[in-house]
């Protein structure tokens, strides 16, 4: 079985504007997962969406600086991988990549 956020991460780093270093970047995704995964034990939360978020809630990012449109564009890009199939999410918890 695939590991889907492998998958998810894959098709972010290929089109992220900003250096993968950057503040906003890799290390900062990883850290967002590592956070909300800790923190979904004690909340509930449900783990797929805060995985899913801690990877594309900056994918949109044009700048480490103020961006306040970056989560607009954030929805826009779930969107179009969506619409695309290259994204599969649904509320029973299942994701796929293609």
Do not use: C
Request: no cysteine.
């Amino acid at each position: 079985m695939k590991n889907i956020i492998d998958d998810l991460l894959n098709l972010v780093i290929a089109q992220f504007r900003l250096s993968l270093d950057s503040p906003h970047g890799i290390n900062h995704w990883k850290r967002v997962e590592n956070i909300g995964v800790y923190l979904a034990r004690f909340t509930g939360a449900d783990v797929v969406v805060v995985r899913h978020f801690a990877y594309l809630h900056d994918s949109q990012r044009i700048s480490n600086d103020a961006d306040i449109q970056h989560g607009v564009r954030a929805k826009a890009y779930v969107a179009n991988l969506i619409s695309q199939g290259a994204l599969s999410l649904s509320r029973t918890k299942n994701a796929s990549y293609s």
